[in-house]
């Protein structure tokens, strides 16, 4: 059986309605968010923004979106069902709708049952240039190989970056190998780097930009538009690096063995 999410709520992408979205919100409030709080494993993993992440040996082709894409040759297109159920509420912002991409067979299911429309390879890069540009987030499960989805997330919206900006929930989310340091000395307290942050770890102290290292989800958002190159990406020490797991079966289990299930499940 499909989790929730990535799953299950997902698939309702064509049969929103106001009356339902309240229901799946409920749920969220009620069911996941306490349960995500007992996690240890986190299931999403933030993918760094490539063009800012210096080129040496550390880089693994999980942290590069190209090579992630490049893996694969069936891609497709999704609205995103954050954004759309905000909308359909009258809420959210107006980042990118259609940004959710598949892979594979994924990009099959999606395809199949009108959920989403088929792009070529550079179609899918492109997609992920205009989310770059609006300020999302790049999110995928958290294991090497074979991955499926690549997420796009704006704060005002994301369920998943929900659990970090609203319930003080980090498990649920793995960060990245790289986290943003700012430069003291170039720093022109200009606040674009704050505006950029999807997750809040950016604020201004005696108008220098002070990134809280502990809540940096290493996405390179803010370092890509800063106008005075102030932040850079740093690689983690290797003891201080998220645990990434070797594919979706794995993940898998790590996760039912967390909350005492058995997996393969029946």
């Not at 409030?29 to 007992?38: D, M, Q, S, T």
């Not at 893996?71 to 940004?99: P, Q, T």
């Not at 003080?168 to 942050?197: H, K, L, M, P, W």
Request: with cysteine; aromatic share 8%.
């Amino acid at each position: 059986m499909a989790p929730w999410v990535v799953g299950i709520w997902e698939f309702q992408l064509n049969n929103l309605n106001q009356e339902n979205i309240k229901l799946y919100e409920k749920y969220f409030e009620e069911g996941l968010i306490p349960a995500n709080k007992k996690k240890n494993v986190a299931g999403f993993r933030a993918i760094p923004i490539e063009a800012e992440i210096k080129e040496n040996s550390q880089v693994q082709p999980y942290e590069k979106i190209s090579e992630i894409i490049e893996a694969n040759s069936k891609f497709a297109v999704a609205n995103c069902i954050c954004r759309k159920e905000a909308r359909l509420m009258g809420e959210g912002c107006d980042k990118i709708l259609e940004s959710c991409l598949s892979f594979g067979m994924a990009a099959d299911f999606y395809i199949e049952n009108g959920m989403a429309r088929e792009i070529s390879k550079e179609e899918a890069l492109q997609v992920i240039k205009k989310a770059e540009e609006d300020g999302l987030v790049h999110f995928s499960s958290n294991h090497a190989e074979d991955k499926i989805f690549i997420c796009n997330c704006c704060s005002c919206c994301c369920k998943a970056l929900a659990n970090i900006t609203k319930h003080d929930n980090f498990g649920v989310i793995a960060q990245s190998n790289y986290y943003a340091v700012s430069d003291e000395e170039t720093c022109t307290a200009c606040e674009e780097c704050i505006d950029r942050c999807q997750v809040f770890a950016i604020q201004m102290e005696n108008e220098l930009a002070v990134i809280d290292r502990d809540k940096c989800i290493g996405c390179g958002l803010c370092v890509s538009t800063c106008p005075s190159d102030s932040i850079s990406m740093v690689h983690k020490e290797p003891d201080a690096t998220s645990p990434i797991f070797a594919d979706g079966n794995e993940l898998m289990q790590a996760s039912a063995n967390d909350t005492n299930k058995e997996f393969p499940f029946e």
